[in-house]
């Protein structure tokens, strides 16, 4: 072969079909997702240089972009920040949690102090007691290390094996350290004798204190190795430590096949963005669930997830990171039950007065953070079993909307037993009782505030366009008494008992439903609680319409879904995963972003009761106290009347100009649970919504004493009369 000859042909290679394009993103060797757009597909040219890439991948879709420019690592670095872990600890910046780490804190060092000061003279004697063998160890003990004993089996071990060398040796240096020993024995004995005359010399207090200190040193050395001094105040119960290791065990226990497939042989595991660390009374596990797994598999599964950590299933809580994608769980494990745990004070137990357009506390999360409800412009439906705690959930934020005295209460609670009498202190319309009265008082009130809602939208529209910028009730509309535009919370407790009325159920079902969509806006706030969630005892309207649900302990999917909303069984917020000793914790729903886990704060009756005489005394102060608490009769007063033919009924015959002060008087002794109170500027602001305005009249008084003052043109009442039963026709 010369070296002219070709070496060998080039010889071009078909390109092998492309495989069909993805945007999956595959995995490395080790389990890390590689860039989310893998490189472009190769482009061996089988035509030399130059044909054109196009021309090869014709009638294909390139989708995958190809990597063509250099990573730039700066950029990249700015992208991926990664997840700052906060510098100060989030109990500490928390208020209430760091409050309640302290307390936990000093009641802890407080009990230690106090049990061990009860036991003082126990310990006394026992030192004491054991005070005697000491004395014998010391003795024993010094006479030993003077003579060296120490070294004796060394010495005994040369003579045995008959090494005169080391025997001597030994002996050499057990006379050197003797030496010394004694001398500094015969010091320590001549020190103590001197210390002893010169105690002995001293005060009784000294003696005594020296004497006991010498008895507690012998004691302490006295003591048993198996035994101790003092006895155990805190009997550790402390929950075993949150590893990976068991979060990937309790996981592999799910019988989820992606998540068999991720940790089994070959698999690639599970992986913890952040390290597992202590958050509030509890341990905080952030896990990247494996491709394809969703953090609602592992909530539907939330008690064999518990059986897997081998703890109870109140301490185990999963829940979606929500600002992350849907596979990343945040698993908090409680070192205590939910139902075990204290429940704290309510804020507003002791002192203190509530604002309906702000948030009141309603209770503590599983974590023992607050929760708090927003009640204006919502309206609350609680739903549970007999027993599971609806009701001291809803005197929560009954109870705020006391402590509110600008708030109108009317309660209802249509059980019998009394659970809401307190609210006989300050609620404008009270009723108790499953009978046909209390529910017929329970609808005509509801109808009352349905016509309220008419004449409240009457008022707002009236009103300048800046003072209503989005057409709601705003804090300072409701805070102007005459406008009438202040907080008005109808509470119902077991409220299927009007629902399902073979009377009543079917106008009350829509008088709720059109006060719910409508009312929000107007300041109306309607709270329900019932224990039988189903469409004949709960209409579909209120339940659809609802804002914020709180579903305690339910049997089956369909009262969960019927109190939480469509769906929420399958996205695993289940309210059926509640045991019996759950009471008051629930799932609430519409307050948040996501639903959160509560317990709303325990208030029992004394406690309620004394929070009723607070608000009822707020009440007095702001002049706010009306209806039944005040003593008013209070019987609805909705027949199918209105304003207008009220003060249509009582014009007198021949009168064509009245006083203000005059009609607002007549008005009270027509309907007093209505009008008591009405202020002449108050009947202005209620005719406005009419188009009738108050204008200075000529007038008598009842002494004949004729005067200007502000009234109203009786031929404006009856022509607005006149024009509302044309326009209802
Ligand atoms: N937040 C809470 N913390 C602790 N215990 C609670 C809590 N809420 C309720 N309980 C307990 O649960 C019991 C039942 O509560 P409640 O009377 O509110 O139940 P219910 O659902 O209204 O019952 P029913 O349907 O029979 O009226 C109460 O006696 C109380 O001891």
Redesign the pocket.
């Given at each position: 072969m010369t070296t002219n000859e070709p070496m060998g042909e080039v010889i071009n290679l078909p390109v092998r079909p492309d495989p069909a394009p993805t945007t999956a993103a595959p995995t490395d060797a080790d389990g890390g997702a590689r860039p989310p757009f893998p490189t472009a597909p190769a482009t061996s040219d089988p035509d030399g240089p130059g044909r054109d890439v196009g021309e090869v991948l014709e009638g294909k879709v390139l989708v995958d972009q190809p990597d063509t420019d250099r990573p730039d690592i700066r950029k990249r670095m700015l992208a991926d920040t990664g997840q700052r872990r906060p510098i100060i600890a989030p109990w500490l910046r928390d208020r209430n949690e760091a409050r309640a780490t302290v307390r936990w804190a000093v009641g802890y060092a407080g009990h230690v102090t106090g049990y061990h000061a009860a036991r003082f003279p126990l310990y006394g004697l026992r030192l004491a007691l054991r005070s005697p063998r000491g004395l014998w160890r010391v003795v024993v003990g010094t006479w030993r290390w003077t003579c060296d004993a120490e070294a004796m089996p060394l010495r005994m071990h040369a003579a045995d094996r008959k090494d005169a060398d080391t025997y001597l040796k030994l002996l050499r240096e057990r006379d050197d350290r003797v030496r010394w020993r004694r001398i500094m024995a015969g010091a320590g004995l001549a020190g103590t004798g001197l210390a002893a005359m010169s105690v002995s010399a001293a005060g009784g207090i000294t003696q005594a204190t020296v004497f006991a200190a010498v008895v507690a040193v012998l004691g302490w050395i006295g003591t048993p190795s198996d035994k101790r001094i003092l006895d155990t105040a805190v009997v550790s119960t402390k929950a075993p430590k949150l590893t990976s290791e068991i979060v990937v065990r309790a996981l592999a226990s799910l019988g989820i096949a992606e998540i068999n497939k991720a940790v089994g042989k070959g698999g690639g595991g599970i992986t913890f963005p952040a390290p597992i660390t202590r958050d509030g009374p509890g341990w905080r596990a952030d896990v990247d669930l494996p491709y394809g797994v969703t953090v609602t598999d592992i909530m539907e599964r939330r008690d064999r997830l518990a059986s897997g950590l081998r703890r109870p299933l109140g301490c185990v809580w999963p829940e979606p990171a929500h600002d992350q994608h849907a596979g990343r769980l945040v698993l908090w494990v409680g070192d205590q039950d939910m139902?075990q745990v204290k429940?704290p004070v309510w804020p507003l137990a002791k002192t203190g007065t509530a604002d309906l357009f702000k948030a009141i506390p309603f209770?503590t999360d599983q974590r023992g953070r607050p929760v708090t409800l927003t009640l204006m412009y919502a309206n609350m439906l609680i739903g549970?079993?007999?027993?599971?705690?609806?009701?001291?959930?809803?005197?929560v934020p009954l109870l705020a909307a006391a402590l509110d005295p600008t708030a109108q209460l009317r309660v209802f609670e249509l059980?019998g037993?009394g659970?809401l009498d307190f609210s006989e202190k300050v609620a404008h319309h009270y009723g108790s009782g499953p009978d046909d009265t209390t529910i017929g008082e329970c609808l005509a009130s509801l109808r009352e505030v349905y016509k309220e809602l008419e004449k409240r939208a009457k008022t707002l529209a009236g009103l300048p366009k800046d003072l209503r910028p989005e057409n709601k009730v705003t804090p300072q509309l409701a805070a102007r008494k005459s406008l009438g535009l202040h907080p008005l919370v109808f509470v119902v407790?077991?409220c299927q008992e009007l629902f399902s009325h073979p009377e009543y159920g079917a106008e009350a079902g829509t008088l709720a439903t059109a006060i719910i969509k409508r009312g929000r806006a107007l300041g109306v706030i309607l709270l329900l609680?019932t224990?039988r969630p189903d469409k004949d005892s709960l209409p579909t309207g209120v339940s659809a319409n609802v804002g914020i649900r709180f579903c305690?302990r339910v049997m089956g999917q369909l009262e969960n879904d019927m109190i939480l909303g469509t769906s929420m069984y399958k996205n695993g917020i289940r309210a059926t995963t509640f045991t019996k000793q759950d009471?008051?914790?629930g799932y609430l729903v519409g307050e948040a972003d996501e639903p959160q886990i509560t317990?709303?704060?325990?208030?029992?009756g004394p406690t309620a009761d004394r929070i009723a005489d607070r608000a009822r005394a707020a009440r007095k102060a702001a002049s706010t106290l009306t209806g039944y608490a005040a003593g008013e009769d209070t019987t609805p007063t909705d027949d199918g009347t209105s304003l207008l033919a009220d003060i249509a009924a009582v014009l007198r015959p021949g009168e064509d100009k009245v006083w203000s002060e005059t009609i607002v008087t007549r008005l009270a002794e027509l309907r007093p649970g209505l009008y008591t109170g009405w202020t002449p500027a108050q009947l202005a602001d209620a005719l406005k919504p009419y188009g009738i305005t108050t204008a200075q009249v000529w007038g008598q008084d009842e002494n004949g004493k004729g005067a200007n003052r502000r009234g109203i043109a009786c031929e404006h009442i009856t022509a607005a009369l006149e024009a509302t039963r044309t326009d209802a026709k």
């Open positions: 139902n429940p209770g549970a079993m007999p027993g599971a705690g609806k009701t001291f959930a809803l005197k059980k037993t659970d407790d077991e609680a224990q305690l009471k008051g914790i317990r709303g704060y325990y208030l029992d």
